[in-house]
């Protein structure tokens, strides 16, 4: 069977999910990208280019969103990786059409818009797959392995912290500091609130402190680093030219959390540490404590034990989780690799395989009626505990995630709902 997709959204994800799909079809040949779509022509062409001479084939170029589902058939799935206000907007559609989903995380610009996306789902008994990627990176894979196997002991807290930034726009982009746009505590913050709950399971309750210290951002003229060769195409649709922006979205969040489990877990965020970044990533149990690895970057977690001077480290932790093995649906991305400790490849290489086994997932559903492993509960839950943190810190009160997932508590919310018609 042939999957047909549409790639909606050609700026710089949207290149690395075209990226993405060029690996899925090193293995598996069976996803074929029949269109793009993009509001600007020009950044859809050059994405349309780029698959052309990728694969030899040229998907269809459209502006449209709906002359696209109207025109473009046969269309099994569409890869939504736009603005995040638009998830919702273009999920809903093209559900109720009868197309298969997978959008970018986070799955939607607030918990309402996610409601609405999930209903479309049940109504529709098609498919809504949320693109949460650290969690399918395989030293996380490893990582909850060891966790779950008992190799710290039973788990009883989690420690996230990442202060960094300074006075510099996130990834010269200018919409990641703007609250109706979701903004960096969501778009960045939405990742680790899935991998709170993929270690630890579901949050019962949240209470944080936010504040926004350093409203005025420099640009850096331009992105840095691995993100280069894909964002060089795409358009600039707010304030563009300006040196300096002025961000409305708190830039730093610190939050205390209560697992059902019982474990509790603190969670601090924040792009606004000048001279000085901080990284904690462990989970702490009662025999010992694991450093979780930094995603996508091949290396592995490392577990001190209580009364061990040395870390358990390398090929050493396999032992500890004789069953563990990569997924089949996984393990063809890594050259068939079943168990690792550790990879060595760059980022794009790590960033295209992943996506690939987003595209290969869906694709599996749509044929099988599989599972998927991140569908709606799962990505709205991750973006309830983000915004879990920025209620708790409007209202100065703990918030509790039955609340957020129902909308009982969307205060801050609210203003973006109403101005995405929600």
Not at 401 to 411: C, D, I, Q, R
């Amino acid at each position: 069977m042939t999957v047909y997709s549409a790639l909606v959204g050609c700026g710089g994800m949207g290149l690395r999910h075209a990226h993405g799909y060029f690996e899925l079809r090193k293995h598996f040949a069976d996803v074929k990208m029949v269109a793009v779509c993009d509001l600007h022509e020009s950044a859809a062409d050059y994405v349309a280019s780029a698959v052309e001479a990728a694969t030899g084939d040229r998907p269809a170029v459209f502006t449209d969103f709906d002359r696209m589902l109207d025109e473009q058939k046969p269309l099994d799935m569409v890869d939504i990786v736009t603005d995040t206000r638009m998830h919702h907007v273009f999920a809903v559609k093209a559900l109720d059409a009868g197309v298969n989903v997978l959008t970018e995380k986070p799955m939607g610009i607030t918990v309402r818009a996610c409601q609405a996306m999930r209903a479309a789902a049940a109504r529709s008994g098609k498919s809504l797959s949320v693109a949460e990627n650290y969690r399918r990176d395989p030293m996380n894979r490893l990582a909850k392995a060891l966790i779950d196997g008992g190799a710290i002991g039973e788990p009883y807290y989690i420690f996230k912290a990442g202060l960094s930034g300074g006075s510099a726009l996130m990834h010269d982009t200018a919409w990641r500091g703007l609250k109706s746009r979701g903004g960096f505590l969501i778009d960045g913050g939405v990742h680790e609130s899935d991998l709170l709950l993929y270690f630890m399971g579901e949050v019962e309750t949240i209470y944080a402190v936010t504040g926004l210290f350093t409203p005025m951002r420099k640009r850096q003229g331009g992105l840095v680093g691995n993100l280069v060769p894909f964002y060089q195409h795409r358009t600039e649709d707010v304030f563009a030219g300006q040196s300096t922006v002025e961000i409305d979205q708190e830039d730093t969040a610190f939050a205390v959390l209560r697992f059902a489990s019982g474990a509790i877990g603190t969670y601090a965020s924040s792009n606004a540490s000048h001279g000085y970044h901080v990284g904690v990533n462990t989970v702490h149990g009662s025999s010992g404590t694991i450093q979780l690895p930094p995603s996508r970057s091949g290396i592995g977690p490392r577990i001190h034990l209580e009364g061990r001077e040395e870390p358990i480290e390398g090929d050493d932790l396999l032992s500890l989780v004789p069953d563990w093995e990569l997924d089949d649906l996984t393990a063809p991305f890594w050259d068939g690799a079943r168990r690792l400790s550790s990879y060595d490849q760059d980022f794009p290489a790590t960033d295209r395989k992943i996506i690939g086994l987003e595209y290969l997932e869906l694709a599996r559903a749509i044929e099988t009626g599989s599972t998927l492993e991140v569908g709606p509960d799962t990505g709205m839950e991750a973006l309830a505990i983000s915004y879990g943190t920025l209620e708790s810190g409007l209202s100065g009160q703990p918030v509790r995630m039955s609340e957020l997932l129902e909308g009982e508590v969307e205060e801050y919310q609210s203003e973006i709902n109403e101005s995405a018609g929600l």
